[in-house]
Nanobody
Framework: QVQLVESGGGLVQAGGSLRLSCAASGSIFANNAMAWYRQAPGKQRELVAIIAKDGSTSYADSVKGRFTISRDNAKNTVYLEMNRLKPEDTAVYYC???????WGQGTQVTVSS
């Protein structure tokens, strides 16, 4: 079982950037696809980005071209670089051992207009 701890959230103005990190414990990290999800108040949790163990990536249409997911297998860490942030990106962001594995506790991202 992989344990996950997210960090890097915060308050940022629209147009700004943040970089989220998700540190994973467990020796199987390099063999797993990883994903970032988000959940805004009153909305369902949605998939934001996936990175496969070979490094291939996919994104939700709403973040394509603005967000970049990456991984460092040597550090057991997955990242989400978020640029040109919008108020509608405000949410709690979670990482996950994709598709059915562990969740982290989440990190709050708030984008002010």
């Amino acid at each position: 079982q992989v344990q996950l701890v997210e960090s890097g959230g915060g308050l940022v103005q629209a147009g700004g950037s943040l970089r989220l990190s998700c540190a994973a414990s467990g020796s199987i990290f390099a063999n797993n696809a990883m994903a970032w999800y988000r959940q805004a108040p009153g909305k369902q949790r949605e998939l934001v980005a996936i990175i496969a163990k070979d490094g291939s990536t996919s994104y939700a249409d709403s973040v394509k071209g603005r967000f970049t997911i990456s991984r460092d297998n040597a550090k057991n860490t997955v990242y989400l670089e978020m640029n040109r942030l919008k108020p509608e990106d405000t949410a709690v962001y979670y990482c996950r051992d994709y598709p059915f594995g562990s969740w982290g506790q989440g990190t709050q991202v708030t984008v002010s207009s």
